[in-house]
């Protein structure tokens, strides 16, 4: 056989010798010693073979024998005999290799076998109860416990004679980030989500079902595991059932498909930020002579300040033509309504830090929004830690009311420039404007610009929903078109104002300036 097409071959198989080796040694460093010999071995011995379709049994067999070769040579001792030896029998390398090896193998199999019947044979089998015991302890009849018994056996023979290899998630876990869109309290999808095991999952199973036994396999995990793991999803509804395979029930946004919609809507975008600069920028002498609480900013952060209001606005518009056209959205488990959705990257893709909108104290007499892009994460970064509090306090500041001593967000909010606090009275650090200008002056102003941003959410949107056929599963096709519209819809938002600081129209400035940031009294 060709030494190039040998090269070849092993370079494509390099990860299954590698995940033979460590099923074997369970050892990494070892493993990888075995991985090179097994390598040198087969290059070696490659060009005796004749017919090229034998080279996979002709891999793996050396493969098996350089292992045993290095068990022998590892387990080798030198016996000194006396004149007193007269003969005796001892274990040799290769049967306590073959001894271990079924015991491996043993182990392996009852580690994929499902609840009922991993549970049953553990319980007769090693800790010896009998059919009788284990058919009061389960609920269920005697016949059903020697069914799950003899089916087991078949298992275990079947698995055992099987070549079976870890998938690469075993030992290097793809990245996985969540995302969320709707109301009410989300953080049990954010508590799900913050070990790798369930992100790891929804990918192994996104595009094809798969058991529970494949997903063992593939992620190096013993199902006995899993299966608490898997309730949660479905519980959540993440993850769904389809016969005895599972699969994933959410929407991931890849970086294949970013990388696909990002050339589409270049040039969509770019023209809607262009016109945006020419028509504010005529309008911008009329807006600082309102009155409102920030009218004395200088140009560029007033710039700032309605391009972003325009920005919200065109959101709310783009939201509303969405709702008429896709309807509500689905119910989640929270008990609210909206999407959870994922990427498969560590949020490399996202521009923002997070949209605050109509965020409303509780007597209502205020409101505030904020609009966290990354592309001005030194300025701005609002994170509520507690949430109530934070609107409290926000709302407070707007009103200019005395600071609440019981109010534990306030120092927090002071000391990242949100609020300041004068003689003990509050101040807002960032615009405010009476709910009478906001309504009757800002917004009409304003709203044609706001629908001209809207009509390029739009069109982005379209294309976006058009390109995530091509990359999610058939069973979520259904609800793609709608949280496309969702997702880049505030993308749409990002991408403008970054298009605006990248022609020098908007200026990000050195200090602690709250760019996006904006407040309403009533």
């Given amino acids: 056989m060709e030494q190039e097409k040998v090269e070849k071959l092993l370079s494509d198989n390099l990860k299954n010798i590698f995940a033979f080796s460590l099923s074997r040694l369970y050892d990494r460093s070892e493993a990888e010693d075995l991985t090179n010999d097994i390598i040198c071995e087969v290059l070696k011995c490659a060009r005796r073979l004749r017919n090229d379709d034998a080279f996979y049994g002709f891999m793996w067999r050396i493969a098996e024998n350089t292992f045993k070769k290095r068990i022998r040579k590892n387990n080798f001792q030198t016996i000194e005999f006396d004149e007193s030896f007269v003969g005796t029998y001892w274990v040799t390398p290769e049967e306590e290799y073959l001894k271990t090896e079924e015991l491996h193998l043993l182990r392996r199999e009852l580690s994929l076998l499902s609840k009922q019947y991993r549970e049953t044979t553990v319980a007769y089998y090693i800790t010896g109860r009998s059919c009788s015991e284990i058919s009061t302890d389960f609920g269920i009849s005697t016949e059903m416990v020697k069914y799950y018994l003899f089916k087991t056996r078949k298992i275990l023979k079947e698995g055992i004679g099987m070549s079976r290899a870890f998938g690469e998630k075993s030992y290097h876990p793809s990245t996985f980030r969540m995302d969320y869109w709707g109301g009410g309290d989300n953080s049990c999808y954010w508590q799900l989500f913050?070990?790798?095991?369930?992100?790891?999952?929804?990918?192994?199973?996104?595009?094809?079902?798969?058991?529970?036994?494949?997903?063992?396999?593939?992620?190096?995990?013993?199902?006995?595991?899993?299966?608490?793991?898997?309730?949660?999803?479905m519980e959540h509804d993440i993850i769904r059932k389809i016969g005895d395979k599972y699969q994933t029930n959410i929407i991931i946004f890849t970086d294949d498909y970013e990388k696909e919609l990002a050339a589409k809507i270049k040039?969509?975008?770019?023209?809607?930020?262009?016109?945006?600069?020419?028509?504010?920028?005529?309008?911008?002498?009329?807006?600082?002579?309102?009155?409102?609480?920030?009218?004395?900013?200088?140009?560029?952060?007033?710039n700032w300040t309605f391009a972003n209001l325009i920005m919200v606005f065109a959101l709310n518009l783009s939201d509303g033509i969405g709702r008429k056209r896709f309807g509500e959205y689905p119910p989640l488990s929270n008990g609210s309504y909206g999407f959870v959705f994922g990427y498969d990257n560590d949020y490399q893709n996202h521009h923002f830090h997070g949209i605050y909108g109509h965020c409303e104290n509780n007597d209502k007499t205020a409101y505030f929004s904020v609009e966290n892009y990354r592309v001005i994460e030194k300025c701005q970064f609002w994170e509520p830690v507690n949430w109530n509090q934070s609107v409290e306090a926000m709302g407070d500041a707007i009103l200019e009311k005395t600071a609440d001593p019981n109010n534990d967000m306030l120092i927090r909010l002071i000391d990242e420039g949100f609020i300041s606090s004068h003689d003990g009275k509050l101040s807002a650090e960032f615009p405010v404007f009476s709910a009478d200008v906001f309504d009757n002056t800002i917004c009409p102003t304003l709203k044609p610009l706001a629908e001209d941003v809207c009509d390029c959410m739009i069109q982005v949107c379209d294309l976006a929903a058009q390109t995530l056929k091509n990359f999610i599963p058939k069973g979520l096709l259904k609800q793609g078109a709608?949280?496309?519209?969702?997702?880049?819809?505030?993308?749409?938002?990002?991408?403008?104002?970054?298009?605006?600081?990248?022609?020098?129209?908007?200026?990000?400035?050195?200090?602690?300036?709250?760019?996006?940031?904006?407040?309403?009294?009533?």
Avoid at 280 to 288: D, M, Q, Y
Wanted: charged residues 25%; proline residues 4%; aromatic residues 8%.
């Fill in 267 to 302: 040039p969509v975008y770019k023209k809607a930020a262009e016109q945006l600069n020419e028509k504010l920028s005529a309008l911008l002498p009329t807006l600082e002579t309102l009155d409102f609480k920030g009218n004395d900013y200088n140009r560029n952060r007033l």
């Fill in 194 to 233: 913050k070990r790798k095991l369930p992100g790891n999952i929804l990918l192994s199973a996104y595009y094809t079902p798969v058991t529970i036994q494949e997903l063992s396999m593939e992620l190096g995990v013993a199902v006995v595991y899993l299966e608490e793991e898997i309730e949660l999803l």
């Fill in 482 to 522: 709608q949280l496309a519209f969702i997702h880049h819809q505030m993308n749409v938002m990002a991408f403008i104002i970054e298009t605006m600081v990248e022609r020098n129209w908007l200026a990000i400035p050195e200090g602690n300036e709250k760019l996006c940031v904006f407040g309403v009294k009533r």
